[in-house]
């Protein structure tokens, strides 16, 4: 309906950042985000260059999208950085692994989660889920409304097997 044509002209002018050691997911996820319509797609292999990127800019991205596992600094630790940088509007975060979420409630990634009100996307949960995740996270910051709870998107029955899926590294 009209709504959605708003948020996807709306989500153009939006600024997403991308943080992942692996170079092949990078540009699967900028070639993701292209299609979904977003121009403005900021992508870095190194989460503390990534950092300093966020630290320099004046109009911080509204969604940054960081794998949990890279050198030097994990996804969890990027968040709690980057928040802190943010003041009072930081951008809503999504981390995303290869591996399930954790349950633990006092896992530190749990507690990062719960925190910045981060969503979690297993690698492998297929495009579809991931577009819609995201669409609903754009809408959320378009229309100003509080983040909903964060969402944990699980890989599904659909990618039995995680090697073949292109999306997986």
Known sequence: GLEEKIVDLQFRGMTVMIIDDSLPLLTVMNKRLEKLGCQNILSYDDPGQAIDAFKAMARKPQIVITDLSMP??????????MAQLSGDKPPRFILYSGNPAPTKADDPVNRVIQKYKADFVQKG??????????????????????????????AGEENVDLQGDPYYY
């Open 72 to 81: 030097n600094l994990t996804g969890d630790q990027v968040i709690a950085e």
């Open 125 to 154: 949960a297929g495009e579809s889920r991931f577009n819609e995740r995201i669409m609903a996270v754009a809408k959320e910051i378009l229309c100003d409304l509080p983040p909903s709870a964060p969402q944990t998107i699980s």
